[in-house]
Nanobody
Framework: QVQLVESGGGLVQPGESLKLSCTPS????????MGWYRQRPGREREWITT??????TYASAVKGRFSVSVDTAENKMYLQMNSLKPEDTAVYYC?????????WGQGTQVTVSS
């Protein structure tokens, strides 16, 4: 089974930026869809963004601040997070659709605090 590994989380101040990465064990070129979710404390896992053949979409909570991109040469998907707020504190998960299944990474913790 394809594995997804997230990295880049950490502790940042409000207003600062952070860039997360997701590295699948298979070629990104083989993925049907890819995206990011997050789970904030005390809440259900929520959708952030998805890249599909038809285009890329974002949740309203992050639109204009977060940007997803794919580097096929490095075989990585990135989530650039700007203007971070304390409410962005969460475990961030990479997900992707390979073959016939949606797959998930282990998650990376992002904490935004003064």
């Amino acid at each position: 089974q394809v594995q997804l590994v997230e990295s880049g989380g950490g502790l940042v101040q409000p207003g600062e930026s952070l860039k997360l990465s997701c590295t699948p064990s298979a070629s990104i070129s083989s993925a049907i869809n890819m995206g990011w979710y997050r789970q904030r404390p005390g809440r259900e896992r929520e959708w952030i963004t998805t890249i599909m053949k038809s285009g890329t979409t974002y949740a309203s909570a992050v639109k204009g601040r977060f940007s997803v991109s794919v580097d096929t040469a490095e075989n990585k998907m990135y989530l650039q997070m700007n203007s971070l707020k304390p409410e962005d504190t969460a475990v961030y998960y990479c997900n992707a659709y390979f073959d016939t299944k949606w797959l998930w990474g282990q998650g990376t913790q992002v904490t935004v605090s003064s």
